[in-house]
């Protein structure tokens, strides 16, 4: 429910503000209904990983143009490493971490937070 | 105890949110950029997207715009102000990240968002006083009604795009380079054609040639960087009579510039070869209609997203199609029902440099005239990405700016002196550029093409015109400044009022011919005119080989049609080749060494043409260059600031002056080595850098078109993968079909006029999308390189039905 609830929230937040709201939509909803400190970080964490590589797969597959190799390729830059991952690959890294990093200690720190006032 | 225990999560978080918040370095901030709901990855669901219907505050009358299949907009608008507003839009809409760079870059504020590696360039073109020389056109463009309103209607159209953008909406380069756009401005499109003047107009030789000068004196001078070439095919034919009683030049008594005792130590980089042009227009006594046909190929530096960006724009009054430059009102290059023009530069020289005393180091005063006279001070502010604040002073004498206060090795134009005052016809803010292509797009005929052509300054070009009423003219155009001979071939005496520019040569005056004998006019940045005109315009020009290659076709051309002057377009044929070759090939074959006899047999079997896959192509391409280092480095070393003898010398010294002492290399005292030595050193020297760079020879390593390495890259060089490397095409720089690494023909066009309706083709190495994920982006490219054209779609009304027809969008007036 936690995890639905995130995605969902989080989803029309994001349509509507910046990056950030769906860390602060988690926080809010954590702080509310998650039962422990582990649950608020691993539950928020894996709804944003969810929420960002299936919006930007959806984008990815279904839009008519491909940006994905031309920025993998800019963010490789001069790194021989770095340009072996397939563009894909190295984009959605970079989302997993983005996101599930922010989020899911936004959740915690929702949680913390109730638990700090409580 | 539970304070401690519960907030370091939050803590944490917001810790990640600020970092992922801003930008590390020249990675854009990564929340942001990576947000499937903001990031880039939203650029990729734009796609052309106008609605058919769109509603904005700024027209007065619904305007309709077609788009054919090349997503080439045709705009249909009920008056001038509803055109030009939309067309502000619309290029905004596909071009608006490159039209802002373009002014950034010419009004020096790149730190601004590329932060300190900018600093040296951004102050060089600061110093080059362009952004200050564009606040004047402005305030003079304000007296002229009719242009302030185009200019004021094309702004507000860039603007009501510029405010529905939001970060999620921004171009893909602003999200990388973490800025937002500025509100447009008429000054921000004055800035726009400031870059043309420095891309046309702002190189010099002076004070390399005044390097030369005083190291070998004015008879070394005189033999070895004449005024005119000794093969030329000039633009006005020879013989075209002179029908004007000239302006009265005065020559003072001293010409030469006052010598410092050592080599001036410190030098605008010399012109590019690459830069530059060719139009043509055929009358119709050599068509196979019977009436005209016009050709333009500009060329400039390659890159994506494009230069131009073609249109149709129609109202009452103007129906006109041709390419734009993004953030200039109006077409710059095209056609209409009745006429069509184009334009190439003509290299006359408009940029000198004046040795200023001053007073002291203060130099808030210098000697002019005989007298003392105050210099004007300026103070720069450049505002870095990371917000340090650094102030340069720039001073003005009556000349114009001192560019380089001082010799350092980090000053960006390193062939401008330091302490010396630049006179720049870029600094002419009289006139009005804008109000002659605006004339054009709605002339009908020759005397409507004279009337537009004599408000125009700079940069000069040479406007080419074609009309149905079959009259084709050129005219070499522009402030052209009066001047004595050789004035401004070296540096200039800064205290001396006769070394001042005397003015301007007259408008009826400049160099012009209309119908003349030979059925056809034409150029391609060669000599204007002939010795016999009146008035000195400069020594140094684009060396003839394109200009006489496409005279010579012309000449034989007959029941020509637009496929004629397109095939002339992607003429290939080296006539430097053809001229070099037999004084080269005898001397190789004297002394070949088993490992050359193959090489020297491709250049022997070579039928002259640079094709892509040439192999000869490629070995005479690099050998000529090398050629010229081996005859000239030692005495005319580039990095003591020397400018080495044009193109046309060293040609003349192959074929006919083989014993000239230029050949030995002054820096082996004790030998003396000859024609033979450097012809047969370099070609070897060539060989080897050919394999050592491709590989051993073969057609696939060695083809022309991977030597030539044709590039068209992205306005941010460090974008590659917004860039395209190695295009498939043949030509090079004295080739008619002028691609270089870096330049080429930015835009084909050829016109057959009609009484009727004209037919036209035309392409450019780019798309119409500055989007790099459009598929718009770089759809012409191929087609450019093999060289055919597009036929261009010119609607007679609104309503025609055409039959490469994309989408009808309305902009209707938003209540």
New interface residues.
Partial sequence: MLYFSIIILG?IA??AG???S??LVA?LICALKAQT?KQAFGVSSLAAVTL?TG??L???FS?????????????AGDSAVIAGIPSLGL?LA??IL??G??TG??G??GK??R??FS | MKFIKYLWSPLVAIALIYFFNKPLGSIPPLGKFFSPFHGFLQNTTQEEDLSEEIFLRGVSEPVKVVYDNNYVPHVFAANEDDLYFTQGYLVAKDRLWQMEFYTLVSSGRLTEVVGETAFEFDRYNRRLGMARAAEEIVENQKKDEKAWRILNAYSEGVNAYISQLNYKKLPVEYKILGYEPEEWTPLKTILMLMNMRQTLNGHSNDFRLTNVLARYGIDTVNDLFPDYPSVESPIIPSGTPWNFKPEEVKTPEVTLPPFQKELLSQYISPPDPGIGSNNWAISGSKSATGLPILANDPHLGLSLPSIWYQMQLSAPGVNVYGVALPGCPGIIIGFNKDIAWGVTNVGSDVMDFYQVKFKDNTRKEYWHDNQWKPTKTYIEEFRFKNGKVVQDTLIYTHHGPVVYNESKKDNYGKNIPAGHAMKWIAHYTAGSDLTTFLALNRARNYDDYRKALSVYSAPAQNFVFASNENDIAITVNGKLPLKWKNQGKFILDGTNPEHDWQGYIPFEQNPTVKNPSRGFVSSANQFSADPSYPYYLGWYFAPAYRGRRINDRLTRLTHANADSLRDIQNDNYSLMAGRLLPSLIPVLEKHATPDMLQSIRLLKEWNLENTATSVAASIFETWTGELHKWIWDDEFPEENNMMSPLNDRTARMITSEPDAKWFDNALTADTVETFDYIVLGSFKASLDSLTRRHGSMSEENWAWYKVKNTGINHLVPAFKSFSRSTVKNGGGSQIVNATTSHTGPSWRMVVELDKEWPRAYGLYPGGQSGRPSSKYYENMIDDWAEGRLNPLVFMKTKDEKINNHLKNVIINPKK
């Fill in positions: 989803a994001s349509l910046p990056w950030w769906l860390p926080c400190p960002w919006y930007s959806i984008l990815v839009g008519k143009e491909n940006l994905v190799d031309k920025i993998g390729t800019l963010f984009i970079i989302v983005v996101a990093l922010t200690f936004a915690l720190a913390h937070l638990m700090m």
